[in-house]
């Protein structure tokens, strides 16, 4: 799977509601990773001070997660599937927080265990990393999800339980 999904209704993929479901798109996903984008704007759940805390990167990053695993689904792609953050290693965060008006591209990869086993329980684990992106008129060129060479704010591994 190589598939393009900027344009995919997010309840269809992801479990959370509003006001938590948090992630404004998700960009696409493969085999063993997938993208997506936050855009943090003056209306941002968990804005404090013109900025999000870097800690929250944390449910960013899960919530791409649960992404992958809906369109891993065995009940097909697209079906939400329900899991549980159980442990987050090596969280380390260039920055305290992330500011307003800026929009951060999320990524996870899988390191472990297999999504596509049809509903039977197990752990998973990811890398996860999030870079501040820019989204402007010239990104023509750019593959969208593409961080460039920009240094990812935030690395961490996930440990998730289906």
């Excluded at 920055?95 to 752990?123: E, M």
Aim: glycine share 10%.
């Amino acid at each position: 799977m190589n598939a393009d999904l900027e344009n995919t209704d997010l309840d269809r993929l992801l479990p959370h509601r509003p006001p938590m479901q948090l992630l404004s798109r998700v960009l696409r996903a493969d085999a063993t990773s997938c993208w997506a984008e936050v855009d943090i704007h003056p209306g941002s759940r968990f804005l404090r001070n013109g900025e999000v805390p870097a800690l929250v990167g944390l449910e960013y990053l899960a919530q791409t997660a649960a992404a992958y695993f809906a369109l891993h689904s065995p009940a097909g792609a697209g079906a939400p599937r329900p899991g549980k953050l159980i442990a987050c290693r090596q969280f380390r965060s260039r920055c305290t927080g992330f500011a307003t008006n800026t929009c951060l591209l999320l990524g996870v990869h899988l390191v472990a265990g297999n999504p596509d086993t049809a509903g039977a329980p197990g752990l998973i684990k990811f890398r996860g990393e999030i870079t501040e992106t820019e989204k402007t008129s010239d990104d023509a060129g750019r593959m969208p999800g593409h961080p460039g060479t920009a240094m990812p704010l935030v690395v961490a591994e996930l440990s998730v339980y289906l």
